[in-house]
């Protein structure tokens, strides 16, 4: 079944049994997966559009700073939320519903990655994104390109903000739009308000250990993982799209989804402080190593504290935060030699177990159960 309009292929039925070809699975799961994407990025363009002409219309300097956020919101990235949420939203209906009424709130999910995202980088000075200058330093070239007054780096970081600030109100906005009965968008709107509550509070943590590495450990920093990563990638997600469907906490299948946001999130998360030192630039749009340079207290660098000989301890506490490239490389050396990577490494095959595990407690349609299988396995290891 097709439709016009933004949604696009996203209205063909996925199969309750998957049928034909030599991985049918795969082969459901990946056009799926493209038709997701150019639903949740369509339903994207054209929310935006018409928000930046609203701007322009009442000062063309509003419209250019509108753009900008348009930009930052349009400019690439896996679509991982809006994933999450729908094949729990998915799971929970079955394969016959239409996903139409529920893509607006699918792509709210990206608004509010957005307002994460742009804020992350100005609390952790971040240079690039996805192979991109970020925001603040995208805007502080912009002015200081026109030769406009005052400090350019300053002005970026304040726009940087507002254009955070900005996306949290359109997602609220586009959150609205999801064609659904006025009290199930209310439930909706409790445990989205929650998952916003959960990654500032998990945000802060962020900011506070990297004020007091000497005094944080592996259990805060799995915290920090749990609140600022986990939440609102996967668990609050899942969830989300779980109550979109009308699904309760209390149910056995948000119990599930729960357990296995939980693991899957924090693997995730641990996927990525291994990519903050170990990835490649050219894959993950960031440099490597800077976790490293700035002491950052993740999971990794804790635990190789824990594990660290004399020696080692103080090759990891001398690093000096201009270090080039060759001394960051010995340091993630360092790293590796406590044995801080393969008990990460560990830590994440036994969360995806668990998620797994989860999965089997309940029962849901066999293309859901297989999607959210392969993105357990996907989003925990992966190059970028």
Known sequence: MASDGPTGNLLRVVPEQPVGGDDPIAEVLAAYTRDLVSAVDETLADFLAAEVDALTSIDAAMGGFAATARDCVLAGGKRVRPTFAYWGWRGAVGGSEPATPVVPALATL????????????????SATRRGRPTAHVAVAAQHAAAGRSGDSGRFGEAVAVLIGDLCMVWADQLLARADLPADRLVEVRRGYDRMRVETVAGQYLDVLGETDPENWSVDRALRV????????????????????????????????????????????????????????????????????????PTALLMLARELATPAQLRALDGTDRRAGAPEIARLAEVVVDTGAVGRIERMIDERVEDALAALDTVAVDETSRAALVGLAIEATHRPA
């Open 225 to 296: 993982a749990r609140y600022k990563t986990a939440s609102y990638t996967v668990q609050r997600p899942l969830l989300f799209g779980a109550s979109l469907a009308g699904v309760g906490d209390d149910s056995p299948l948000a119990t599930a989804y729960n357990r296995y946001g939980l693991a899957v999130g924090e693997a995730f998360q641990l996927c990525d402080d291994l990519l903050g030192v170990y990835g490649d630039p050219t894959t993950t749009g960031k440099p490597a190593g800077d976790d490293l340079r700035t002491g950052k």
């Open 110 to 125: 990206e608004l509010l990655h957005t307002f994460a995202l742009v804020h992350d980088d100005v609390m952790d000075a």
